[in-house]
């Protein structure tokens, strides 16, 4: 069992940046592929970024192309997730999670971490 703890969120005005980190304890975190996802207030939990076990693989959803960067430190159990210009639809509670599996099977993650607020004012 992995557990996550995520942490940076807070209140920023649109076009800020923001940087959330997720500490991982437990099993070894250089075997997991991580991921960030965030629900909105009344909408289904969706994913933003994955990346695979090496950090040599991501994905994106459409929605934070360019804008969002997922990235991991292995030595610090650590994944991470830059977020720039960022805008009001991006206000949501973001969770980190984890898989042994692929980076790109979104629906495989689980061991969730509380989750952070993100919110983005206008």
């Known amino acids: 069992q992995v557990r996550l703890v995520e942490s940076g969120g807070g209140l920023v005005q649109a076009g800020g940046s923001l940087r959330l980190s997720c500490a991982a304890s437990g099993r070894t975190f250089s075997g997991y592929a991580m991921g960030w996802f965030r629900q909105a207030p009344g909408k289904e939990r969706t994913v933003v970024a994955t990346?695979?076990?090496?950090?040599?693989?991501?994905y994106y959803a459409d929605s934070v192309k360019g804008r969002f960067t997922i990235s991991r430190d292995n030595a610090k159990s650590t994944v991470y997730l830059q977020m720039n210009s960022l805008k009001p639809e991006d206000t949501a509670v973001y969770y980190c999670a984890c898989t042994s599996g692929s980076y790109r099977n979104t629906d495989r993650f689980g061991s969730w971490g509380q989750g952070t607020q993100v919110t983005v004012s206008s």
């Open positions: 990346i695979s076990w090496s950090g040599g693989s991501t």
